[in-house]
């Protein structure tokens, strides 16, 4: 009995989703019952052209109501706007631009092939007959005639086509400016403080013009909604309303669902919480703008009584409500009450006193899509704007960073990860708090409200992208390696599985970088969710700016590009650090590669790295190529007299980290000192020396001179002792104590078991010779010294006479 209500919900499911498909597949029928009419009239038709007209692809009315859509795009940035409708009314100029745009490019893309096609007939039929020469046949020429008017007719629109793409660009580039323009000074326009009689005579003045405004909006929705509901309206409208309440009903259920499902599918842990969250909250977010949107069309649907104003304000809410589904859900997953379902590790208390916290942040996102339409079509006098921003303001300020002060209250439990950052949040909280009262009341309500949404956006965009890369890790990590199910199948298919493990590391760091640069994309385009833009600043970052239209260039120092690079050196540096750490930990694990490889490729993608944030930060200042002609002209005079040591050595260590002839942990020994490279740079190799010392040697002498790499024969640190005993002796014996005092010697390696040989007999003298390794390489000389001194005494304890005279290192160490 408990299971009926799922059976029944899923029939009804799949009763809806039979009819979705049946509303889905029938156009689809009809259009292919055309297509195949107009199939067979074609057939029919023998007069039918192989290669259809360039007028088909690229028509007149086509070319015609582009160059009409760019001169009004243009009228329209000409006019006068309002500081308040400024910024919408150039963002839809800006994305009309760009669609243009987009449109010439692909016609252009679309009739360049024709115009190699009938090139290509035309060389085929080749020139005119000249005067004097053989006339041709009549059907000759009319064809060479006809191909070269369709010819000259693509290139006509070719061209027009290209100059629509050259003036829509053009177009999109000063619309950027003058929105940039334009929402700057928009940040900084001051109003009368609400702390003075100014701003509230103001309001109290405007009070007439905006309760008709909005008595006005009033009466429309009543009269939209008592039209939805007339007549056989009424089943429609209902109907709607009853689907989107089955969808939501469903969406309750579905939580359970999902995590049974999980728990079934993927191996206990982190990883089970992971995708619970990312898959519920991606669902929520889908079925709150799904069911908005049938309960929206059952109301709009053929309503004469809906206006521009209602459309308007109901798109902007559609906007928010899947953000809210989205916060909603993952607050619930984040602070479930079962902890095994938390993706961070959080006190009961901390996520009881948390649990409505995502709720309020939900609520605060319905409202700001009600103030973009106060702000921009309510029609409201500007003084009841700022207001309502102002009350936005100090109304949400305080929840954003209701966080940082609970997790500061509840750091004594101790089960909080991040705890320790639990007092720099709730500081830097409180003073972005306070920052935006401050501005709030001396009058600046655009820059608080900015800066409020700003970190609301950014607060959402943040959680979303860690969780997704969280996601990726963990997918990583457990899911694909080559010890995992689905990892060990493709081992089966036969990928090697030091592949398949440096796949499942290096593959979620891409992603991750990724998510980064959405991120930033994010953030820069004002922490909205806007697909167009953060597509637009996604491709900024890939392709960079289009300065085809831009002006020389130059030098230029202002506070915001000084603070910029400043910021640039600092994330720079971080970002290096997390990038060579995670090579050092998580990639390099994963392969065969000496300490020396991985040495030389950490130090190449630093300084590379140190050097792209070098030309970013010159960028960023203005400073081009042709402004740095005299840069490097001085360079090349001072290169020529007195830099080439420098240059040299720079180009030696370049080659040394390329070839490695020599590597981090080789015994080598140049110039007379003998030791074990510890470090190379562009510039110098740091050598450990046997006295505890470091020789700084420059590059360019591991080049230009002979170097002996001990480390190359595979024995670093093996050593050799050399004794002369009388040919009458236990040999034998003398062998065995031989190695019993190097084994006990206490430098001597012990994983490398020391050996005793027989080497010569001569002169009724037998030389026997010891051999071991030295625990520390860079040492090996002071410990062979030691392990002579302990045979030396092992041979006086067991009586074993030595020939005189004796040779102690006739042979020199390996």
Known sequence: MAFIPTRALSALFTALFIGICSLTTLPAAWAAAEDTQQNQSEITNPTTPLISGISVIAPDSTLDAMGAELHSVYESSTKNYTKTESTVAYAALLKRASAIATQADGLLAKIKPYNTIYQNFLNILGKAPEKGDTSESPSVTAQRKALSAKQRDISERMTRLRLYQLEAQQLVDELRQHGSAIQQATLTQRFPTPLGITFWSQLVDAAGNNTGRLSRLAQESGAVLSASLKGQRALLTLGSFALSALLLTGWLFSRRGIRSLVSRVLPAGRIRAIVATVTCSILTAIIWRFSFDIAWAGISFNNNALQEDLSVLAGMIAIQIPICGFVTELGFNLLSRDEKWRIISLSDTLAKNLRLFPFWFAVALAIRGILRFIDTKSGLSSMSIQFCDALYVLSVSPLLFAVPRQLRLSTGEGKEIHSSLAPLLQTLASSVSIVCWIAVFLGYIPLAYSIITWISGMAVTTTALVLFAMLVIALGDTIFPSSAPVGSRLVQLGLPARLVDQACVVIPGIICVFLVIMGFAVATAGATFDPSQIISRIAYIFNGADTSTSGEGGFHISLDAIILCILLFILGSYAIKILTTWFRERYFPKTSLDIGAQSSILSIITYSSWILIGLTA?????????SMTWVVSALSVGIGFGLQSIVQNFVSGIILMAERPVSIGDVVEIAGSRGV?????VRSTNIALSDKSTLIVPNSQFITTAVRNATRSEKPGVFTTVLQLPFASDLERA???????????????????????????????ALLTGTARANDVSSTTTIRSEALFDIWQAFQENNIPISIPNSLAPFPDK
């Open 618 to 626: 010159a960028s960023t200042l203005g400073v081009t190529m042709k």
């Open 677 to 681: 490279i510890t470090r190379i740079s």
């Open 735 to 765: 062998m065995q104590v031989m190695i019993e005092a190097l084994a006990a010697s206490k430098n001597v390696d012990p994983t490398y078991p020391p050996t005793a040989t027989i080497t010569n007999i001569a002169d009724g003298s």
